[in-house]
């Protein structure tokens, strides 16, 4: 079984602009959650999505925005750059509710 | 408020010695717990998990093992193998619509000497 992809893997900005990524969670997986990595900060929750439906998100601010398609396909958008968006932005799905999750390898942002 | 904490940034074992990570959590609406092992460039790769209802969990090399009343988890791993050099993510969620999320520890980076 295919595992979790993202697209694209690596990505460079600048200030200002605005990036989308994707993420195809695994075959039958029904919730994308989304995490972004920083050095200083750690792995940080964005939003989980389930059934096309945002069921939670995290401390982020409205410039970070996400949606998920009929077929459980998720992007993420991230508006209005800034320099400190630079990180690894990490996928994950699960099957349903508080099932094990299962991580994509990453996009990586820099943001110059 | 960091509420998952791995206390220590790194550890080093000797190859065939016991590898223990450790993790300690200070909201008691977790109730489900993961380990996790990355490498560098990758996504987090899922180890083992445990359910509060349990106090311990084989598969493997690897064991976890959670104390809910000091709020501590650990994870072994035995043998150690030099392929198990990564960073160590331990994860926890709670039950509960807003509390369907993982919220990670900072990572201890397992340096695993031939």
């Known amino acids: 079984k295919a595992g979790v992809t993202q697209t694209p893997r690596y990505l460079i900005k600048t200030r200002g602009q605005q990036v989308t990524l994707s993420c195809s969670p695994i075959s039958g997986h029904r919730s994308v959650s989304w995490y972004q990595q920083t050095p200083g900060q750690g792995l940080q929750f964005l939003f989980e999505y389930f059934s096309e439906t945002q069921r939670n998100k995290g401390n982020f601010p409205g410039r970070f925005s996400g949606r998920q398609f009929s077929n459980s396909r998720s992007e993420m958008n991230v508006s209005t750059l800034e320099l400190g968006d630079s990180a690894l932005y990490l996928c994950?799905?699960?099957?349903?509710?508080?099932?094990?999750?299962?991580f994509g390898p990453g996009t990586r942002l820099l943001v110059l | 408020d960091q509420q998952v904490k791995q206390n220590s940034p790194s550890l080093s074992v000797q190859e065939g010695r016991i590898s223990i990570l450790n993790c300690d959590y200070t909201?008691?609406?977790?109730?489900?717990f993961l380990w996790y092992k990355k490498y560098p460039a990758e996504g987090p790769t899922f180890l083992i998990s445990?359910?509060?209802?349990?106090d311990k969990n084989e598969d493997g090399r690897f064991t976890v093992f959670l104390n809910k009343s000091a709020k501590h988890l650990s994870l072994h791993i035995v043998p150690s193998q030099p392929g198990d050099s990564a960073v160590y993510f331990c994860?926890?969620?709670?039950?509960?619509?807003?509390?369907?999320?993982?919220?990670f520890g900072k990572g201890t980076l397992l340096t695993v000497n031939p």
């Open positions: 994950a799905s699960a099957r349903g509710y508080q099932e094990t999750q299962y």
């Open positions: 909201n008691s609406m977790f109730d489900y």
């Open positions: 445990i359910s509060s209802i349990k």
């Open positions: 994860a926890a969620s709670g039950s509960g619509g807003s509390n369907y999320k993982l919220t």
